[in-house]
DNA sequence: ATACAAATTGCAATCGATTGCAAAAAGAAG
DNA sequence: CTTCTTTTTGCAATCGATTGCAATTTGTAT
């Protein structure tokens, strides 16, 4: 069913329709409504893409992310998509994977559809073969990034204060009498290493040595990867007393690994994660997290998009500060 | 950056342009050449929505969750994303949102954008107002529903034995000692009244009377409900032995209450979750679940689909059956 | 050199919308 | 009943692709 359709039913021509489905002005009354019966009739919808290309304008806009299985990236994705969708956008939700020439391809993908905008979820998109991407294919298209940036005049980044946050959680094990400390981080991801800065800072700052920094790296993030390195932590140091993972999954798996070896947490060993996500409220003990503030870097990143979308400033860059929410595990 | 742009600087017809770009034979070589050349030069790549129109076919297919901050939706939209994704499908996935005339208007906006197949993620897809909108929007674009069923000639669904699956952890609970049993339901998700039916099925067939069959609904599904819920449950009937809890993240609050009641799990009492999700692995002890086959679901709803998109076969029902995972709270 | 077949290329219509401008119809004034 | 406005309406171009058919160029055989 097209405008013509309707037009030749309605014994007009498909301006008129046209102007009928837009609410234009200059349109007798009567011709008016029965043109709208008709549209009634057929349940008319107009194509979207037709219209896109006449109006030069998709309203879309996509949204990349590498694993939407991902806590924290969907509860993101869902605070924007739900912002953009209220202002009459049409969000494109896409997993990636965490390839990347497939996160390069991806964004071939949305230039294919002539998004008008894009949000990138998480720092795992900080690489050159996405910058590279973005230049050829997006190159002024309103980009944001979340929890992450590059430097391109078209993209702009919300991102939390990971280093000093991790500082935090190092002074906070500190107050509770534990020194010797491990950092745990999945190295893919770029952010960690901005938070693994943090946590070399914070233990400067209290006087540890260089060999004392007791940093573990894993190529994957999940339970069962937190469990196995906590459990190699926990054999070759003994010693250790406080473990900080970049993660909340991970760490989760740490506390089981804890419990398997009868060590009592908080007592002899303390366990900190990231996210405050879901994970870390279910477990037993509870466990002390970083809150990274994703509702509100979300909302940001949503508000900074739709300026741009609005044609306004672009290259921002927001920070935001974290927070410890402390509870069982510390 | 159009096909006339690209033709008009290499000194050809548009129509010489786009048989180069798919690869359509009588091109003589040098001209080929020079016109990739100019291609590569500018990074150009076909507006999806023009050659969308022309050739009649958007190679577009939209995946509705109700919200994707479920864990267990997002996995499935994964799978199904990839699979779709392999075969040159652009995949949208949207959150709906739980109000039954959003989930309408976003029918409404698939048909705008005019997919050519549609996946619903999940049970909460059954309702009138669902059914009324594909009727009117999308009456012959296939559509497959995960978990859930609605009787339209272009509908199909891959659902699970929910109520069978539920009788089995009936019985496995008698089978441990445990025969006072509730069972814990939202009762905004269709499915869980099949579970319930299981329940009272598997109860009875123990000899259970009518007034023993404990039910107990709650609106939200979140750990703290779950808590809550659990709470009441062993405040109002202490000779409970066993719960048995629609999903797994409710459990897990069932999981935290027992625990700080002082209640050993699960010598006193028993808890079953249902869907093999990452939170009941994560928790102390670790939850018997009842694996709802979702990968394999997924996957038969992404081929189900794949077929109806290359204009087979629709309104199928396929079912799979459920599996005890029996781990450390039963 | 000529005729004819084969290989290239371009013209123009099409997909389903929107919109400026001209034409037609309706209404107002003389 | 004109004439001049003011409303309504329709024509035709446009957006960025694809494709059947005709036109042109090239190659081959005579």
């Known amino acids: 069913m097209t405008i013509y ?11 008129t329709v046209s102007r009928v489905i837009n609410n234009r002005p200059g349109i007798k009354k009567e011709t008016r409504q029965k043109v709208q019966v008709l549209l009634k009739k057929y349940n008319y919808i107009p194509d979207a893409a037709a219209r896109g290309l006449v109006m030069q304008s998709t309203r879309l806009v996509g949204i990349l992310i590498v694993d939407i299985r991902v806590a924290h990236h969907t509860e993101s994705a869902f605070v924007i998509e739900q912002e953009l969708t209220k202002r009459g956008y049409c969000c494109i939700t896409m997993g990636t994977g965490p390839r990347d020439e497939d996160k390069a391809e991806y964004i071939r993908i949305l230039e294919q559809r002539r998004v008008e905008g894009v949000i990138l979820m998480g720092s795992m998109f900080e690489t050159d073969a996405v910058r590279e991407s973005i230049k050829k294919h997006l190159p002024r298209v309103p980009i944001v990034m979340v929890n992450g940036y590059l430097d ?14 991790v500082e935090k959680c190092v002074d906070l094990l ?9 950092f745990v981080l999945d190295s893919r991801s770029p952010s960690n290493f901005r938070k693994q800065q ?30 196995d390195i906590t459990m190699q932590i926990l054999k070759e140091r003994p010693e250790i007393q406080g473990i900080i993972y970049t993660i909340d999954l991970v760490a989760v798996g740490g506390v089981r690994a804890a419990y398997d070896l009868g060590i009592p947490v908080p007592e002899r060993l303390a366990l900190v994660g990231i996210d405050n996500s879901i994970y870390g409220e279910i477990c037993i003990p509870k466990l002390t997290t970083l809150d990274n503030r994703l509702q509100a870097l ?8 739709r300026e741009g979308l609005e044609g306004k400033v672009q290259n921002k860059k927001l920070m935001m500060f974290s927070e410890i929410i402390e509870r069982e595990s510390t």
């Open 5 to 15: 359709d309707i037009a030749r039913e309605a014994g007009v021509a498909a301006s």
């Open 152 to 165: 391109l005049p078209n993209v702009s980044g919300v991102i939390v204060d990971e280093d000093t946050g």
């Open 174 to 182: 500190y107050a509770r009498g534990k020194s010797r400390l491990a």
């Open 198 to 227: 943090g946590f070399c800072d914070g233990m400067k700052r209290h006087g540890a040595r260089e060999e004392e920094l007791w940093k573990y790296e894993m190529k994957e993030s999940s339970v069962q990867g937190g469990y």
């Open 298 to 305: 979300s909302e940001s990143a949503a508000s900074i998009l």
